[in-house]
């Protein structure tokens, strides 16, 4: 196993989500087009299609540096930091990815990026705080094989893909019943148009969480692997998803649209509490994780 092994999978999958997300879309604008007898809206989800999936692909990194509030650094900064990163670039092949910081107390860290040569790794000052250097190099590591297995085009695209998806049903949901209350039924179709609208609305919030799971939890324990191969220390990583676990402070910056996107779920108790986020949840149990680890010294 390389830090490449599934960099080629995961490039044919990008394009297989965007063509789904392109499919579903298009899929949603001609219903409010046959529905309401006018084609524009049709060529309006057409262009928007386009448009989403362009934005996705270029510029997903920037939304979620920007949802996240993390702020870019330099060597100056951060000179420990910045050679570790380095020295593992080095041996990994990769590039030096742009390094962001995330002012928070809690120990976490995610990578983005669309390609090893636009590559961003973002951590939280908690973790540098908080975990020993082989921890912390356990952590980067992981996050680098995210990179080199194109990992985190996949898992920022999501981040858009999932809310753009939301935004169209509800849009759906909202026209189809304005429409029925107004009495403009000319087709006599605005009643299935309005069961339809509600069947979107409930499920394909749903399919866009199915695409997160699909892809996230077998690319962590991927990245898991690949990132003990870099550093030859398994436990460096499986003491750093400990300490990571149990630290109780909350990530003010989390979300469900970019908790997938961490090492660890940012959400701390909560998972435990909230069904909401019992359905979110992207992320192996961390006892999993770790016991694979240590059987990887074994």
């Not at 309401?36 to 996705?56: D, E, K, P, T």
């Not at 909202?174 to 000319?186: A, W």
Request: charged letters at 20%.
């Amino acid at each position: 196993m390389t830090l490449y092994t599934h960099a080629d999978s995961n490039i044919r999958k990008t394009w297989l989500y965007l063509g789904f997300f392109f499919i579903l879309v298009i899929f949603i604008g001609w219903l409010i087009s046959y529905f309401l007898g006018n084609q524009i809206f049709l060529w309006v989800a057409v262009i928007y299609s386009f448009l989403m999936s362009f934005l996705s692909y270029w510029y997903s990194d920037k939304i979620v540096l920007a949802m996240t509030h993390a702020k870019p650094i330099e060597k100056k900064d951060s000179p420990e930091l910045y050679r570790l990163v380095e020295n593992l670039c080095i041996t990994a092949g990769l590039p030096l990815p742009k390094i962001y910081i995330l002012n928070e107390a809690q120990p976490n860290a995610f990578a983005t990026g669309r390609d090893p040569k636009h590559g961003v790794l973002a951590v939280t000052r908690g973790l540098l705080l908080r975990l020993e250097k082989s921890e912390l190099e356990g952590v980067i590591a992981h996050e680098l094989s995210h990179i080199g297995n194109r990992d985190a085009l996949l898992q920022t695209i999501v981040v858009v893909l999932v809310g753009v998806i939301v935004v169209l049903t509800n849009f759906f949901f909202r026209i189809s019943f304005r429409t029925r209350s107004s009495g403009n039924d000319k087709k006599g179709g605005v009643a299935i148009m309005a069961l339809v609208a509600l069947i979107l609305a409930i499920f394909a919030p749903l399919f866009a969480n199915l695409i997160k799971l699909a892809i996230s939890r077998k690319r962590e324990f991927l990245a898991d692997a690949s990132g003990a191969l870099l550093t030859r220390y398994p436990e460096g990583l499986a003491g750093a998803l400990e300490k990571i676990s149990q630290d109780q402070n909350p990530l003010r910056v989390a979300n469900d649209s970019t908790a997938h996107l961490y090492i660890s779920s940012p959400f701390r108790g909560e998972e435990k509490m909230s069904w909401l986020h019992k359905l979110f949840s992207t992320h192996p149990p961390i006892e999993e994780r770790v016991r694979a680890l240590r059987e990887m010294e074994a």
